[in-house]
T-cell receptor
Framework: DTGVSQDPRHKITKRGQNVTFRCDPI?????LYWYRQTLGQGPEFLTY????????KSRLLSDRFSAERPKGSFSTLEIQRTEQGDSAMYLC????????????FGQGTRLTVV | GENVEQHPSTLSVQEGDSAVIKCTYS??????FPWYKQELGKGPQLIID?????GEKKDQRIAVTLNKTAKHFSLHITETQPEDSAVYFC???????????????FGKGTHLIIQP
């Protein structure tokens, strides 16, 4: 499968715990995006990487969130001290170049904070 | 920043009929407008897109139209089939990068229900 891969697909965690998600983009894509989607809403942009450089963060990304893409390939999104409001689908997407080109999404990681 | 409005939120049509979903955007600089289909528990799947230098694009039963003057674009699905049932999202993005603008701005989605 050469699509965008996300792991895990589902995560249930207790409030206050840290969680980490992984995204493997399409291999030749140098842009990688993280989005958050809550029930009944469209995806909301969180952050993106051009190769290993994190170029932008949304206001939605509080200081409890951190993302990395150390070698310009896979990326991780970590949420520290999770809160119930963090419960959402976290989506990763990748594209070949700057915004006006096709972005392909992974299946997402569904986070439930209890 | 960009703002995208999408209507209707729910659309129910008889199998075989056509469905139309409409979106408006606020940033006149936006020049790329993709449409995504999302099935339950899955990530959004790109189904068609249009760039601002064309007014219409068609791919089999799916077409998208763009009116730059009015800043709105629409998805048209003809001869609907049960497998078309899903949530559809429109999105827009301007050409400039940085400042939080390099991600897509999505509408809130349309739940399309195909009645057998």
């Amino acid at each position: 499968d050469t699509g965008v891969s996300q792991d895990p697909r589902h995560k249930i965690t207790k409030r206050g715990q840290n969680v980490t998600f992984r995204c493997d983009p399409i291999s030749e894509h140098n842009r990688l995006y993280w989005y958050r989607q809550t029930l009944g809403q469209g995806p909301e942009f969180l952050t993106y990487f051009q190769n290993e450089a994190q170029l932008e963060k949304s206001r939605l990304l509080s200081d409890r969130f951190s993302a990395e893409r150390p070698k310009g390939s896979f990326s991780t999104l970590e949420i520290q001290r999770t809160e119930q409001g963090d419960s959402a689908m976290y989506l990763c997407a990748s594209s070949k170049k700057q915004g006006t080109t096709e972005a392909f999404f992974g299946q997402g990681t569904r986070l439930t904070v209890v | 920043g960009e703002n995208v409005e999408q209507h209707p939120s729910t659309l129910s049509v008889q199998e075989g009929d056509s469905a139309v979903i409409k979106c408006t955007y606020s940033d006149s600089a936006s020049n790329y407008f993709p449409w995504y289909k999302q099935e339950l528990g899955k990530g959004p799947q790109l189904i068609i897109d249009i760039r601002s230098n064309v007014g219409e694009k068609k791919d089999q039963r799916i077409a998208v139209t763009l009116n730059k003057t009015a800043k709105h674009f629409s998805l048209h699905i003809t001869e609907t089939q049960p497998e078309d049932s899903a949530v559809y999202f429109c999105a827009a993005i301007p050409p400039y990068s940085g400042g939080g603008a390099d991600g897509l701005t999505f509408g809130k989605g349309t739940h399309l229900i195909i009645q057998p």
